[in-house]
C-alpha cells in the first residue's frame, strides 16, 4: 500500500521527471512535494517506493524515475482538478476551435490531429469510421453524358459519397428522378449502415437502377477506417535512440496496426496505456492517451495522443477528453 507521504513523493518525481528527464533525488522531490520531513525520511520512503516497484534507480549514486506501475499508480489518482485548466486545454479554446473549423470530413480529421499535436507537443492520431455511423442527409441522382448517371449522398458528418455507372444507353430523365425518388426513401435520415431495402416501384427500368445504386452503395469499398497522424517530428524529438524513434514511426505509419492498436486499448476499457501496456512491443517507451468520440451517441471513431512514458499525463489526458468531445458534437451537429 501508498500512504499518502509516499503517493506525495512518488507524484513529486513524476513531475519532476517529466520536466527535466534527469533523475531525482531525495532533496528535490522533498522540495517538489512540500513535505515537512527530514531528507533521511524522504530517503527510506523512496527506497520503499522503489522495493515495492514504483520507483527504479538508474544508477547506484542517481536519484530515481518512475517505471510503468509507478506511472499507473500516478494516472489512476489523478482527479477532475488534476485535469482542469492544463495549459491552452479548456473547453472554450477547444469549442472556439471547432467553431470556426469548416471543409470536407478529411479537412476537419487532419486539423483534429494537428490540433491535439499543437496542445500536448505529442504525436496525435485520429481513427474515422464516422461513414458507417453517419446518418444520410440527401440523396440525388444526377445524369451526366450519353448513359452514365451519378448518385450524389450527403452525409450529417459533411461527407459526400459519388457512385457512378454507366448504363449502356440513355435513361429518360424522369426515370432518373423516380429512381432518386426511391432511393432517397430507403436512405434518408437512416444511418448509412442500416438503410432499408428500397420499395419496389412497378417500373422494371427504375427498379433496376435503384437496386444498382443501392447494391453498390451497401456494398461500397470504404477502406476501412481511416487513419490521420499529426507531429510525428514530436516523436522523433522525444527520445534519444534512434532505433527507438525508428521502431514507433514505423508503427505510425501502419495504419491497420494503429486502428487495432487504438481499439484494443479502448475495449480493455483504458484510457491510458503505459509502456508494456499497449502490447505492441516497439511502443514499450512510449504512452498512449486514447478517447472514442460519438456522433448521436453512436461509436465514430478514436482520438489519441502517442509520446514517451515520460509524458504529462493530467496535460494531454485533458486535450484528448476536451477535444473528443468537441468532435463528436461537430459531427453530431452535422
Known amino acids: 500500500m501508498v500512504d499518502e507521504r509516499k503517493a506525495a513523493i512518488l507524484r513529486a518525481v513524476i513531475e519532476q521527471y517529466t520536466d527535466t528527464a534527469q533523475p531525482v533525488g531525495s532533496s528535490a522531490a522533498a522540495r517538489a512535494a512540500g513535505l515537512r520531513v527530514s531528507a533521511a525520511t524522504v530517503r527510506n520512503d523512496m527506497a520503499a517506493l522503489e522495493t515495492e516497484g514504483y520507483l527504479s534507480q538508474p544508477h547506484t549514486s542517481a536519484g530515481r524515475i518512475p517505471t510503468e506501475k509507478g506511472y499507473r499508480f500516478f494516472v ?144 461500397r469499398d470504404s477502406d476501412g477506417e481511416r487513419v490521420y497522424v499529426d507531429g510525428t517530428a514530436k516523436v522523433a524529438s522525444a527520445f534519444q535512440a534512434v532505433d527507438s524513434v525508428s521502431q514507433v514511426l514505423t508503427i505510425l505509419e501502419q495504419q491497420l496496426v494503429v486502428v487495432s492498436l487504438l481499439a484494443d486499448v479502448v475495449e480493455r476499457g483504458l484510457s491510458v496505456a503505459i509502456g508494456s501496456e499497449t502490447g505492441v512491443a516497439p511502443l514499450s517507451e512510449c504512452s498512449l492517451v486514447v478517447s472514442p468520440y460519438e456522433i448521436d451517441g453512436e461509436h465514430a471513431g478514436s482520438i489519441a495522443v502517442l509520446g514517451p512514458t515520460r509524458m504529462n499525463y493530467p496535460q494531454a489526458m485533458s486535450a484528448v477528453a476536451v477535444v473528443s468531445r468537441q468532435l463528436g458534437q461537430l459531427l453530431s451537429e452535422g
Open 76 to 219: 489512476d489518482h489523478l482527479d477532475a482538478r488534476d485535469l482542469t485548466g492544463r495549459g491552452p486545454t479548456n473547453d472554450k479554446s477547444v469549442a472556439d476551435f471547432f467553431s470556426h473549423l469548416r471543409g470536407e470530413i478529411e479537412q476537419v480529421m487532419q486539423e483534429t490531429a494537428s490540433l491535439l499535436t499543437d496542445l500536448t507537443d505529442y504525436a496525435a492520431v485520429v481513427v474515422d469510421d464516422t461513414v458507417e455511423a453517419a446518418v444520410v442527409r440527401s440523396v440525388q441522382l444526377v445524369p451526366l453524358a450519353g448513359s452514365a448517371v451519378m448518385s450524389v449522398i450527403v452525409l450529417s458528418n459533411g461527407q459526400v459519397l459519388k457512385q457512378t455507372f454507366d448504363f449502356g444507353a440513355e435513361i429518360d430523365l424522369q426515370v432518373i428522378d423516380r429512381a432518386g425518388h426511391f432511393l432517397s426513401a430507403a436512405t434518408v435520415d437512416r444511418v448509412l449502415a442500416e438503410a432499408v431495402e428500397p420499395k419496389a416501384s412497378g417500373d422494371n427500368v427504375v427498379d433496376s437502377l435503384v437496386r444498382q445504386f443501392y447494391q453498390e452503395l451497401m456494398a
